[in-house]
């Protein structure tokens, strides 16, 4: 194994390998992309007269690939700088740079013929101790690597990703018989540390863990729903939130993943299991096959188990008649909306499912609880036969379906919510078998697949403690465990060890309202104290933060309580100011939804330790505000007070932060986070967000133990004054006569701009932050009171949408 995997290939330039790339070149690795150079020109090659050997045409496969992951919506690159670290090639004329990779990745056609003569030409290439992986989904690994050297198979074994691999954190190891437990090893850290991935250690069988219990499921939801007459909608409705399952519940998700893929794969891994007593699902209908006929292949095709309508303005998703295969106008759940809601009432998920669990053994005859049983249950007693054939512990079960699928629960976690004997008498009841081993943890009198930190394993019949980093702190087991220092509803002050604390929003959306500022003034009368060291800002719910409660601003508009809103936003103001100059280091965590008052809470520490997938922006403009508690005056001080120092383009900085704030511009990840300012050059960036609080604590520790000291009270900021206004004038009389911005848009933004350059000053001069802050509150108060904002206000609360009057 490499000390240090300093360069990685990818070979195979399709939707996964492309992905793949993107995500490494994401964590700052360079990445040489190939594919096959092609056979055959197009007719635009023929026309300009290139020929095979042409280099444009020689790549021509790569370059589309590459261009594909570029423009792919959510998006696979963290930045459209990180592209850069992507060199494309082709398997032919570049194959020998491959030598100089630490790690190489197969991701070329699923098939095992095509994979053996590729690492049968790389075999002589690969220079020794790299490791060559393959992301088969399902083709045993020792298959792949017959025929090759012992030192060989000694550093190859499977790395199966899941798509999109940038947002599934799941990464699948396989091993295989022949790999060195050392290089696995040294892979697993390399991709929980540097890539951010869940991995889980399989065993070398057809589909692993994730795809092989998911193509159970999918099929057995499916067979079901077509037995007993479930529409498309009412599968859905019953197998998303509801049970603790993302939005694309069921049939969704068959559509994201592909109709023709789920066909395909169904049909090999009923070849691939003969000795399975449940392969015969997979023959009770032949739903797929008919529609991969009649090319009702998902989204990419723009049909499949739905099909994007146009009526006038409006879209509509018209779900398939799973008889007829036609589509029909969007009907409705009628049938099983009161269960729904009466469900949805019980807020914790472990709840929930035994009342749904219940309600389907007590009243048989209630179809959408019904349905939610055989979604569930089939599952679990699948999972539990399936060991130890795929798995020995049941936490790797778990972890591949939550990671792999965005579940909130896995099968047994389900199942010890349930309680090991009242789950195992549920599926029993409805025909289901369970292995002998399940019989035996109930003999023994054991109630819990998990425990103690530990989780049973069925190959050694114990619990076995499971892995756990120092950097993956629990905030939720701290506080169980007596170390709330302060709280309440809304937040809580939390020891973290070391003579560290962390504020911990936990309110709704955490956003932040009057309780929540509550515990940050004990935050920050705590940090005057010696027994502290420092402060992490951070919570592991969700998201960071969604700003500003807009409820409680409503309460006050309603109530004309300006004078009382003034106040609350000075103190926000001075209580986020005070955490940057705070005599002990303060290091914010942001990950996620980072947005508005979110956002300038982030902003205001010595130091940001951001997850990657942090989304953070200061969208306060869409509402028909501006930024009120210190994102403008930190953006000032960040971008156009730096230009000033150095020398650069004032009236280009600022035209830079103007049209950020304009625009709402809001960062898809941690990465353009720093591009807008919103996060700083030196801010450290975490791939893996369970270590996001363990790291930003070190953070803490690395700066009190260096000395920390507090900036200098001295301006920092740098107004333009009527320079910058003059600009901004301009550019808002453009905009307006170009139809970009509306009557009120030109409104909103002269009130940024005079808060940007500092008012209207005779020169551009520098100023306190102090001063800013004003113009904030000033303009943030002003547009308050104007029933265009408040309009807008309410129309963004009623419908997730801004409006333009």
């Known amino acids: 194994m490499p000390q240090q995997i300093k360069r990685v290939a990818v070979i195979g ?16 690795i360079p990445v040489l992309l190939l594919d096959v150079p092609p056979t055959t020109l197009t007719p635009e090659e023929e026309a300009k007269g290139l020929s095979l050997s042409h280099p444009a045409v020689r790549n021509r496969l790569v370059q589309q690939g590459f261009e594909r992951m570029r423009k792919a919506r959510p998006s696979n690159l963290y930045s459209e700088r990180t592209a850069r ?166 049939f969704r998700l068959l559509d994201q993943v592909g109709v023709d893929v789920m066909h395909y794969v169904a049909g090999n891994l009923y070849k691939a299991i003969p000795d399975d007593e449940s392969r015969e699902v997979y023959r009770q209908n032949d739903l797929l096959a008919r529609m991969v006929a009649a090319g009702l292949l998902g989204k990419k095709a723009g049909q499949g188990f739905y099909k994007e309508v146009r009526q006038g303005d409006r879209r509509e998703f018209w779900p398939l008649d799973l008889n007829t295969l036609e589509y029909r106008p969007p009907a409705g759940t009628a049938s099983v909306d009161p269960l729904i809601k009466e469900a949805s009432a019980i807020k914790a998920l472990p709840e929930r499912l035994r009342f749904l669990l219940r309600r389907a053994a007590e009243q048989p005859d209630d179809r959408g609880a019904a349905l939610v049983a055989e979604a569930i249950l089939p599952m679990i007693a699948y999972a539990a036969r399936r060991l130890p054939e795929i798995a020995d512990s049941v936490a790797d079960v778990d972890n591949a379906i939550r990671w792999g699928f965005a579940h909130q629960l896995g099968p047994f976690q389900i199942w010890d919510a349930l309680g090991l004997t009242e789950g195992a008498e549920l599926m029993r009841a409805r025909g289901l078998a369970l292995p002998g081993w399940v019989d035996e943890l109930i003999a023994k009198g054991d109630s819990r697949f998990y ?279 301009v550019a808002i009389y453009q905009l307006r006569q170009g139809g970009y911005a509306t009557e009120y848009d030109a409104v909103i933004a002269e009130r940024l701009a005079y808060v940007l350059c500092g008012g209207d000053l005779s020169s551009p001069q520098w100023v306190d932050e102090q001063y800013i802050m004003r113009l904030e509150r000033e303009a943030l108060l002003a547009l308050g009171q104007d029933q265009r904002t408040l309009a807008r206000a309410r129309h963004m609360l009623e419908t997730g949408k801004p409006l333009r009057n």
């Open 13 to 28: 330039a399709g939707t996964m390998g492309a992905a793949i790339a993107g995500l490494v070149a994401g964590a700052g």
């Open 451 to 729: 425990r103690d930190g530990a989780a049973f394993n069925v190959a050694t019949g114990r619990h076995e403690p499971l892995p756990r980093d120092e950097r993956a702190i629990d905030l939720a087991a701290l506080k169980a465990a007596g170390k709330e220092v302060a709280g309440n509803a809304a937040a809580s002050l939390i020891d973290l060890g070391d003579g560290v604390l962390c504020f911990e929003i936990h309110s709704k959306a955490n956003s932040i309202g009057g309780p929540v500022v509550e515990i940050l003034l004990q935050a920050l009368e705590a940090l005057k104290q010696e027994r502290w060291v420092g402060l992490v800002v951070g919570n592991q719910g969700a998201r960071f933060s969604a700003g500003f409660d807009l409820n409680e601003l409503g309460v006050a508009v309603e109530m004309g309580a300006w004078e009382d809103l003034g106040e609350l936003i000075a103190l926000v103001q001075q209580a986020f100011y005070d955490l940057r100059y705070a005599p002990r280091p303060v290091v914010t965590a942001p990950f996620g939804h980072t947005l508005g008052g979110g956002a300038e809470l982030a902003m205001h520490g010595a130091a940001s330790v951001a997850a990657a997938e942090t989304y953070i922006g200061l969208p306060e403009f869409a509402v028909g505000l501006v930024p009120g508690w210190g994102g403008c005056t930190e953006l000032n001080r960040r971008i156009i007070a730096e230009a000033a120092r150095s020398g650069g383009d004032t009236l280009k900085a600022f035209q830079q932060v103007f049209e950020t704030l304009a625009f709402a511009r809001v960062a898809t990840s941690a990465h353009e986070g720093k591009e807008l300012g919103f996060l700083r050059p030196s801010d450290r960036i975490v791939f893996n967000q369970d270590y996001l609080i363990g790291e930003a604590k070190r953070e803490v520790l690395r700066l009190a133990a260096e000395g920390y000291t507090p900036p200098p009270a001295e301006p920092q900021c740098y107004a333009l004054g009527r320079d910058g206004l003059a600009a901004a004038r």
């Open 85 to 250: 670290l992507i060199t494309l090639g082709n398997t032919e004329d570049d194959f020998a740079k491959l030598a100089e990779c630490d790690w190489i990745i197969e991701a070329i056609v699923e098939q095992l013929a095509p994979k053996q003569a590729l690492l049968e030409r790389l075999e002589p290439v690969r220079k020794p101790g790299a490791i060559v992986t393959t992301n088969t989904s399902g083709i045993p690994i020792s298959l792949i690597a017959e025929g090759r050297s012992a030192e060989f198979r000694r550093h190859f074994f499977g790395t199966h990703f899941f798509n999109p691999p940038r947002y599934l954190k799941l990464l699948e190891i396989i091993p295989g018989d022949d790999a060195d437990p050392a290089a696995v090893a040294a892979m697993r850290r390399f991709a929980e540390d540097t890539l951010g991935k869940g991995v889980v250690i399989c065993k070398d069988r057809p589909n692993f863990i994730g795809n092989r219990l998911f193509s159970y499921a999918g099929q057995v939801i499916l067979n079901y729903a077509l037995a007993n007459g479930y529409s498309v909608e009412e599968v859905d409705a019953l197998t998303g939130p509801l049970i603790g399952r993302p939005n694309t519940a069921s």
